[in-house]
Nanobody, 120 residues
Framework: QVQLVESGGGLVQPGGSLRLSCAASGTIPSISTMGWYRQAPGKERELVATISSGGSTNYADSVKGRFTISRDNAKNTVYLQMNSLKPEDTAVYYC??????????????WGQGTQVTVSS
């Protein structure tokens, strides 16, 4: 049984920073691709950032240069450092873990989400 639990969300003023954490309660293969997604009310869930087991990262254009994704395999945790936050970053942020294409086994785990609100 694998569970992903996000934390670190909250209310922050524009230009501020937050650090999100996602901890796995069960064992996730270190080869997993980890990611952060977000969803605003009435909108589709969108990719924010992903990080491979080798540390390769991908970011949405909207967050590139402001957000940094990282992982600590020993702690089974993935992080999202969010700087220079904008009101349009307001959303529920979800953690994701899934198998890379080269992995035989397929899986796709999601956390319950943590609210990030950027407002004055």
């Amino acid at each position: 049984q694998v569970q992903l639990v996000e934390s670190g969300g909250g209310l922050v003023q524009p230009g501020g920073s937050l650090r999100l954490s996602c901890a796995a309660s069960g064992t996730i293969p270190s080869i997993s691709t980890m990611g952060w997604y977000r969803q605003a009310p009435g909108k589709e869930r969108e990719l924010v950032a992903t990080i491979s087991s080798g540390g390769s990262t991908n970011y949405a254009d909207s967050v590139k240069g402001r957000f940094t994704i990282s992982r600590d395999n020993a702690k089974n945790t993935v992080y999202l450092q969010m700087n220079s936050l904008k009101p349009e970053d307001t959303a529920v942020y979800y953690c994701n873990a899934r198998n890379p294409p080269v992995f035989r086994s397929k899986y796709d785990y999601w956390g319950q989400g943590t609210q990030v609100t950027v407002s004055s």
